[in-house]
């Protein structure tokens, strides 16, 4: 079972406006929900991102979040968004997305665009089997109504994570995912669909410990690339450090053309991964 034609069309970023040109309403459908069922932090990310840009009407060159506190299930979330300093080029603001008056996050981001003819990538995506010679990640279980009927998840490099036992080999650090989203095929990728698919990163800590672990993001950071269309997204995952019970870790997502559209980084409380599909966890826990 993959996302249905109606999921995929479906923008689960849809906001609704306000009488306030600067204050919206977010009702998130449950498919952006995890098996614990709280909305997913990149989808807040996502959210807020699309919230800065309508308000702005400049593209998001970079923006970060802060959780503060999960939203479990799908009620209405308002998002407010403040315009710091709106430059010649650039715009920097800053949102919040709350529930019966309980802040979720905050995020800031600097937003814009100039003209430049000179640019590069000097990275490179990992030399993975395409999408279609991949096996699906089994971690989001499907028919359940959260974000595992939403997207499309292939393993590309390293193990599924039921493979890894609680004393298992460590590995380099490496993971890679082949991710499909609800949007139509060789679709343009927006800032939210990166916000949401980098969030996966925190999947590549099982691989670098050799141990069923996951994480719970304290703070999420997305910079966006590249423009391109793309049927799939490559998330390449780097874990650089686990200490002190916290992970840091960061991500490129690439298109199938070999585009760059942007990169993530964050830093998660490190989680036996069942405690985290079994129930939502205190951020500050």
Do not use: K
Not at 201 to 224: I, K, Q
Not at 226 to 234: C, K, M, N
């Amino acid at each position: 079972m993959t996302a249905t034609s109606e999921q995929r069309s479906a923008d689960p970023f849809r906001l609704e406006a306000t009488s306030n040109e600067r204050r919206f309403t977010w009702t998130p459908p449950g498919v952006v929900l995890t098996p614990a069922g709280t909305v997913q932090g990149g989808a807040g990310l996502g959210a807020a991102s699309e919230a800065m840009e309508r308000v702005t009407g400049r593209p998001t060159i970079w923006a970060t979040a802060q959780y503060l506190s999960f939203a479990a299930g799908t009620a209405p979330i308002d998002i407010e968004v403040t315009v710091e300093v709106a430059g010649h080029n650039t715009a920097q603001a800053r949102c919040t997305l709350a529930r019966d008056g309980r802040e979720i996050l905050t995020a800031h981001a600097a937003l814009g665009r100039r003209d430049l003819e000179l640019d590069g990538v000097w990275c490179t995506p990992p030399d993975v089997p395409g999408p279609d010679d991949c096996d699906r990640y089994r971690f989001f279980e499907r028919g359940h109504g959260h974000l595992g009927d939403l997207v499309d998840i292939r393993l590309a490099l390293g193990r599924q994570l039921d493979e890894i036992g609680e004393d298992g080999e460590r590995g380099d650090g490496s993971f890679a995912l082949w991710v499909r989203s609800w949007s139509e095929e060789n679709h343009l990728v927006t800032t939210p669909e990166l916000a949401f698919l980098g969030d996966l990163m925190p999947l590549g800590y099982a691989e670098a410990m050799g141990r069923p672990f996951a994480g719970n993001s304290l703070d999420n950071t997305v910079r966006v690339g590249g423009a391109a269309r793309t049927d799939w997204v490559l998330l390449s995952i780097h874990v650089q450090q686990i200490v002190n019970g916290f992970g840091y870790g960061r991500a490129e997502l690439w298109a199938q053309s070999g585009t760059l559209l942007g990169e993530v980084s964050q830093s998660s409380i490190m989680r036996v991964h069942r405690r985290i599909r079994d129930r939502p966890n205190d951020p500050a826990g």
